[in-house]
């Protein structure tokens, strides 16, 4: 039986066997739908239209109707997980990263072939943290004096980033108006910070500035600057 052209097909007619010496006869009306060859792969970032540079995307890499052992993927960057499961991690300089897919037909029919282009992104820029929660938007914090004494700076990524990116503060600035600025090393104010902020006046804004951070788990890339965070002091 020939499998046609693309589309349902129909078999019918007698199927004719013997069984004890007679032929006995089965109707035979069954149908079939023949499918073009597969010629293009999927490729898709689990998360989202673009690869992001400093972080590990997560992609899934399929061949329609090619099994994931019998498919070949070829990308600067790119890892194989397991099965159809892939990571990226964009390397430095490239604005774009190209996937390249082949897949070997189970029939015996040869090889087939795809790509995708994908757009590679800086990550944004984070936002500072104080006492777990992030700057908000167009606002300042507004915390009593000994709050913000004890409080630690931290910083993370707004919710429009659907990475969860853990991130290390290593130090700052902290700036009350007419004293000087203090260089802070690590999360939380030292000695002088403490000393400039017991100086500040009640309802005073002090501002932490210069916030360094690093990608806890990539500590060699090179992240955005950190917007200033401002403090308002309710005491």
């Known amino acids: ?68 052992k019998d498919i070949r993927v070829n990308a600067t960057g790119l890892s194989r997980v397991k099965g ?3 990571i990226m991690k964009p390397k430095k300089g490239s604005p774009e990263v190209t996937i390249n897919v082949s897949g070997k037909l189970p029939d015996g029919g040869g090889t087939v072939s795809d790509k995708a282009t994908f757009r590679v992104k800086p990550i944004p820029p984070p936002v500072g943290k ?33 990475f969860d990116l853990p991130l290390t503060v290593t130090g700052f600035i902290f700036k009350v108006d007419g004293q000087p600025e203090v260089k802070v090393v ?3 104010l030292n000695d002088r910070a403490i000393k400039a902020l017991s100086k500040a ?20 890339y090179d992240l955005r600057r950190i917007a200033p965070m401002c403090i308002e002091l309710a005491n």
Request: glycine content about 12%.
């Open 1 to 68: 039986v020939g499998t046609g052209g693309v589309g349902d097909h129909k078999i019918t007619g007698k199927l004719i066997y013997i069984q004890d010496g007679n032929e006995v006869e089965v109707l035979v009306d069954k149908k079939f739908t023949t499918i073009n060859k597969p010629n293009s792969a999927t490729i898709s970032a689990d998360k989202m239209n673009v690869v992001y540079r400093g972080v590990s995307n997560p992609m899934t890499i399929t061949f329609a109707g090619i099994q994931d």
């Open 84 to 86: 159809s499961s892939y």
């Open 130 to 162: 104080l006492r777990g929660k992030l700057q908000p938007d167009g606002k300042c914090f507004r915390l009593p004096r000994a709050s913000l004494k004890n409080a630690r700076v931290g910083a993370g990524m707004s919710e429009d980033f659907d």
């Open 186 to 188: 690590g999360t939380k």
């Open 201 to 220: 006046k009640r309802g005073a804004t002090v501002r932490i500035e210069e916030i360094s951070a690093v990608i806890t788990s990539n500590a060699g």
